[in-house]
């Protein structure tokens, strides 16, 4: 499966801003798809995580709440809607997918596309 994020940019804290990841290969063994960031100086972390078959979420409690994952099964993509952004959300955002039906687990994310920047300026 590769991946293809895009849809990052510099917003203004408060702002909003939706990223996308197209999916293509074989789509169909895909268990979950998540969002993952990393901040300058910081490890990476996951955002949010969707199962693909039933579109399930599960949030980091950092973004719950302000952070909408959602999927579009016959586009093969994966979007993050992020509102009310803060300085802190500034970061690499990555796109993963898993083909464990375990998609729940940050653990099993092992294939990843390219970063797109989120840039959130005070």
């Known amino acids: 499966v590769q991946l293809q994020a895009y849809g990052g940019g510099l917003v203004q804290a408060g702002g909003s801003l939706r990223l996308s990841c197209a999916a293509s290969?074989?789509?169909?063994?895909?268990?979950?798809l998540g969002w993952f960031r990393q901040a300058p100086g910081k490890e990476r972390e996951f955002v949010a995580l969707?199962?693909?078959?039933?579109?399930?979420?599960y949030y980091a409690g950092s973004v719950k709440g302000r952070f909408t994952i959602s999927r579009d099964n016959a586009k093969n993509t994966v979007y993050l809607q992020m509102n009310s952004l803060k300085g802190e959300d500034t970061a690499v955002y990555y796109c993963?997918?898993?083909?464990?039906?375990?998609?729940?687990?940050?653990?099993?994310?092992?294939?990843w596309g390219l970063g797109t920047q989120v840039t959130v300026s005070s």
């Open positions: 993963a997918a898993t083909v464990s039906p375990n998609w729940a687990s940050t653990r099993v994310y092992n294939n």
């Open positions: 290969g074989r789509t169909s063994s895909i268990g979950g």
């Open positions: 969707i199962s693909w078959t039933t579109g399930s979420t």
